[in-house]
């Protein structure tokens, strides 16, 4: 067994069996580019809950997190209440904290609004795309809520609108190299 650590995600992922929580992610999601905006918000949703949390932890809890965020509808998530946000921290299968929870439905309304504005989530951030790093993190911390840099970054990172996600020699960098290419 090397004591070598991984010095990225694409070398951990390719140590580990094919349905390793963490392979399949980096094999058919992170850095995939997503075309809903239900879906981008979705993963939204993950990434301001993993804060000061394991990613292996929100990739357990993926599907639990879909469905008691109402399969990521944005306008569902917007108009949450009181009741919602009680069966939401209620929910053990998801993560439990009212600050994220009210973070959520709050980018939910945000996200409307930009929606209204752009014609769609998918829209405004191809619209900032030429944007660095530092001027997204700028971007997103003014217009929602629980992004910090880092949230924000793996964000952009994990949809495709930055570099980063997969090293060059990765099989799966030329997989979505071709896939943005049409070919």
């Given amino acids: 067994m090397s004591l070598i650590k991984p010095n990225s995600y ?3 992922v390719a140590t580990l069996e094919s349905d390793n929580i963490h392979k399949i ?4 999601q992170y850095g995939f580019s997503i075309e809903s ?3 981008l918000f979705g993963r939204l949703i993950l990434e301001i809950n993993q804060a000061g949390l394991s990613w ?3 990739l357990n809890k993926q599907e639990n997190f879909k469905s008691a965020y109402s399969n990521y509808n944005i306008d569902h998530i917007a108009n949450y209440g009181y009741r919602e946000i009680n069966r939401l921290l209620l929910n053990k299968g998801i ?3 009212k600050l994220k929870i009210k973070a959520v439905i709050y980018n939910a309304n945000k996200v409307i609004e930009i929606k209204n504005e752009h014609g769609s989530f998918k829209s405004w951030l191809d619209l900032k795309t030429p944007m660095n790093i530092y001027e997204w993190v700028k971007l997103f911390k003014n217009t929602f809520k629980f992004t910090g840099g880092e949230i924000t970054k793996e ?3 994990s949809t495709g609108y930055i570099k980063g996600a997969h090293r060059n020699t990765c099989p799966i960098y030329h997989k979505i190299n071709k896939l943005n290419n049409g070919s």
């Avoid at 992610?25 to 058919?28: A, G, K, Q």
């Fill in 155 to 157: 964000f952009l990172m």
């Fill in 37 to 39: 905006d239900n879906e």
């Fill in 95 to 97: 993560i439990r904290n």
């Fill in 56 to 58: 292996t932890t929100i």
């Fill in 10 to 12: 694409c070398e951990f």
């Fill in 25 to 28: 992610y980096h094999d058919t």
